[in-house]
């Protein structure tokens, strides 16, 4: 298995790409600890996959508190003995609110979207530093390349922004044995919602989209698995763009 022994924080883990990673973690033999705001969804899949064999646990957070990651990453430290995987999934959509131009919505997103990352990644890159290794995958978007005409600028800010902090942190942890990544998904299912979920819009997408059609989560759940194993061993401040070619144009 790609991931035996090792333990792994993913966020958002209660839906969508984040428990298509935790599911996939786990078969490969992790001990996954699924992080989310939403306990019902958390708790829920922590059975499922508990009861095909995996090794797992639910741990309620708000990603935006910095008190919450220091009391989750306290807990799995003292459980586990080890953090060796941080996957920031966790995340508003660029569709969260109708009002692109709101203020209150722009600081709503960056503060789960960019300041939730940057939480989780200082808060684990400590532990991982003292252990002497440890792989970060952070969450961003092909919207941290590019702009839309939908949807709120502050997703798209909050996405670029998770690309560049991650290189800085590459640069700062790498000499520790911690390695820090970007993976930038595109059009997916589970992560759309009202403009981009239904109708022309959402066609729109998909025939700009060199492969024609939107992808699977499990897709791109089989690109965090690689960077967060050993096989990506040296790779690190890098992006990995699962988007079925829409950024190549």
């Known amino acids: 298995m790609r991931l035996e022994g090792k333990t792994a924080i993913i966020t958002g883990a209660g839906n969508g790409m984040g428990a298509s990673d935790a599911k996939l973690f786990a078969s490969e033999g992790a001990n996954v600890v699924l992080a989310d705001i939403d306990s019902e969804s958390g708790k829920h899949l922590e059975d499922e996959i508990s009861k095909a064999g995996g090794n797992v646990q639910f741990e309620f957070c708000d990603v935006s508190s910095e008190e919450n990651w220091q009391s989750m990453i306290s807990d799995v430290i003292n459980k586990y003995g080890t953090l060796d995987i941080l996957v920031n999934n966790a995340?508003?959509?660029?569709?969260?609110?109708?009002?692109?131009?709101?203020?209150?919505?722009w600081h709503t997103i960056m503060n789960v979207n960019a300041t939730g990352v940057f939480l989780g990644t200082k808060t684990a890159a400590e532990i991982m530093k003292t252990q002497g290794h440890g792989s970060i995958v952070n969450i961003s978007s092909i919207m941290g390349f590019v702009g839309g005409e939908y949807g709120h600028p502050a997703y798209h800010a909050s996405k670029g922004a998770v690309r560049?902090?991650?290189?800085?942190?590459?640069?700062?942890?790498?000499?520790?044995?911690?390695?820090?990544?970007?993976?930038?998904?595109?059009?997916?299912?589970?992560?759309?919602?009202?403009n981009h979920g239904v109708g022309s819009k959402r066609d729109d997408y998909v025939s700009q989209t060199p492969l024609r059609r939107s992808g699977e989560s499990i897709e791109v759940a089989y690109g965090v698995l690689f960077l967060a194993s050993d096989e990506a061993s040296f790779i690190t401040g890098t992006e990995l763009v699962i988007d079925g070619g829409y950024i190549a144009q």
């Not at 991650?166 to 009202?194: D, E, L, Q, W």
């Open 91 to 105: 995340g508003l959509s660029s569709t969260f609110t109708s009002d692109i131009l709101s203020t209150d919505d």
């Open 164 to 194: 560049i902090f991650s290189k800085a942190m590459a640069v700062k942890y790498g000499p520790y044995g911690v390695r820090v990544n970007t993976v930038h998904p595109g059009f997916m299912p589970p992560m759309v919602s009202s």
